[in-house]
């Protein structure tokens, strides 16, 4: 199976200010690595697929970079409503993996 | 609009099974795979396996091939997982979650499965 390797686990900061999350897949993954968005209350969200491609009516200020092992997704000048879960996954073999999430919280 | 609306929240006992259902509505159900995710309590997801609906075909991860069985109903777009033999590790919030181009497009809000006695 792929190992998922998500970092930091949490992370604060202050909107306006500008976050990335690592993930490192344990081999290559090509760039099938999707982005999700958990909060409380709602479902959850898909960001990104493809490693770097926004799903319709994600805002710009997210971006997904990366590919082979190694991804990063870039969240610009925060807003409220962005504090939350995220979770990466691969999507390029089966079993499909996660990593295991990380917290954004306010500063 | 797409909805994944699942069945409400399920307390079962030691060594029993407990069936969710997720009402797809908003496309055409038998064009796409559902999947299902399991959450443990403070944990992360894990993918539990796939069902197409059209087909009946199934995958499994290795780990819940014994564990849980996914099933899909054409007549009300309904997809199902039951999960047997119920111990405390399966105590956990259970998703649908609709396989889009590429990743899990739309989410069902989750089932909060208790195993108690």
């Known amino acids: 199976d792929v190992q998922m390797t998500q970092s930091p686990s949490y992370l604060a900061a202050s909107p306006g200010e500008s976050v990335s999350i690592s993930c490192k897949a344990s081999k290559s993954i090509n760039t099938y690595l999707a982005w999700y968005q958990e909060k409380p209350g709602k479902t959850n969200k898909l960001l990104i697929y493809?490693?770097?491609t926004l799903q319709s009516g994600t805002p710009s200020r997210f971006s997904g970079s990366g590919s082979g092992t190694d991804f990063t997704l870039t969240i610009r000048s925060l807003e409220p409503e962005d504090f939350a879960v995220y979770y990466c996954?691969?999507?390029?073999?089966?079993?499909?993996?996660f990593g295991s999430g990380t917290k954004l919280e306010i500063k | 609009e797409v909805q994944l609306q699942q069945s409400g929240p399920e307390v079962g006992r030691p060594g029993s099974s407990v069936k969710i259902s997720c009402k797809a509505s908003?496309?055409?159900?038998?064009?796409?795979?559902m999947n299902w995710v399991k959450q443990s309590p403070g944990q992360g997801l894990e993918w539990i396996g796939w069902?197409?609906?059209?087909?009946?075909?199934?995958d499994y991860a290795e780990k819940f091939k014994k564990k849980a069985t996914l099933t899909a109903d054409t007549s009300s777009n309904t997809a199902y997982i039951q999960l047997s033999s119920l111990t405390s590790e399966d105590t956990a919030t259970y998703f649908c979650?609709?396989?889009?181009?590429?990743?899990?497009?739309?989410w069902g809000q989750g089932v909060m499965v208790t195993v108690s006695s």
């Open positions: 493809s490693g770097s």
């Open positions: 979650a609709k396989t889009g181009p590429e990743g899990f497009d739309y």
């Open positions: 069902i197409d609906p059209e087909y009946g075909s199934t």
């Open positions: 996954q691969q999507h390029n073999e089966y079993p499909l993996t």
């Open positions: 908003g496309y055409t159900f038998t064009d796409y795979v």
